[in-house]
């Protein structure tokens, strides 16, 4: 266990309005990474975090972006959610060692 | 721009057979190599990992690569019904974010 928590796990929401999405973790990683995975799509980063206050974007950032105002807490925000953001949401933690990543549970959003 | 890429599948084998993933990436400079297996409604969640070539085993599972080929794979000796699953392949070079296949889904029939 990772100790990862994502929340919510579930989420409906209509098109334009905001959504965040909280990952929380337990051991002191320094770096988190948000991904959606999508069917045809795999898994793709929209931005990760390498420290607090510390972000950058990934393949997949328009339309979204994140906070980390303390070590634990890494937030995923949609300022005004469409139907293409549709998708399961997957944060994730990089091992010390050698850049293995370990994953949360998802957040599946669906914006109607 | 880095790719990985994987066949999609879905790859079929009889219970007690070999499965064999394969998955190939773009950037010669990739480091460390993991193999992921997600199951339907989950998480991926991480089973091997291997840094230099050659073979290393875990259990049932064999994981290979041919850097010079920029070639991983996977083998999943004995396999069962319970490995029915995806499998994503995932490459990282230095300190830059892992860049994921697009996932092979295996089935392995009773």
């Known amino acids: 266990d990772a100790g990862i928590t994502q929340s919510p796990r579930h989420k409906v929401t209509e098109t334009g309005t905001p959504v965040t999405l909280r990952c929380h973790q337990t051991?002191?990683?320094?770096?988190m990474y948000w991904y959606r995975q999508d069917p045809g799509h795999g898994l793709r980063l929209i931005h990760y975090?390498?420290?607090?206050?510390?972000?950058d974007k990934g393949e997949v950032s328009d339309g979204y972006s994140v906070s980390r105002s303390k070590t634990e807490d890494f937030l995923l925000t949609l300022e005004s959610a469409t139907s293409s953001q549709t998708s399961v949401y997957f944060c994730?933690?990089?091992?010390?060692?050698?850049?293995?990543?370990?994953f949360g549970e998802g957040s599946r959003l669906t914006v109607l | 721009q880095k790719e990985v890429e994987q066949n999609s599948g879905p790859l079929s084998v009889p219970e007690g057979a070999i499965a064999s993933l394969n998955c190939t990436y773009s950037?010669?400079?990739?480091?460390?190599f993991f193999w992921y297996r997600q199951y339907s409604g989950k998480s991926p969640e991480l089973i091997m990992s291997?840094?230099?070539?050659g073979d290393k085993e875990d259990g049932r599972f064999t994981a290979q690569l041919n850097k010079a080929s920029q070639y991983v794979s996977l083998l999943i000796r004995d396999s069962q019904p319970s490995d029915s699953a995806t499998y994503l392949c995932?490459?990282?070079?230095?300190?830059?974010?892992?860049?994921f296949g697009k996932g092979t889904r295996l089935s392995v029939i009773a």
């Open positions: 950037d010669r400079g990739s480091q460390s």
């Open positions: 994730a933690i990089r091992g010390v060692r050698t850049g293995e990543l370990f």
């Open positions: 051991e002191n990683h320094r770096y």
């Open positions: 995932a490459v990282i070079a230095g300190n830059t974010p892992l860049v």
């Open positions: 291997i840094y230099s070539n």
């Open positions: 975090s390498y420290g607090v206050k510390d972000t």
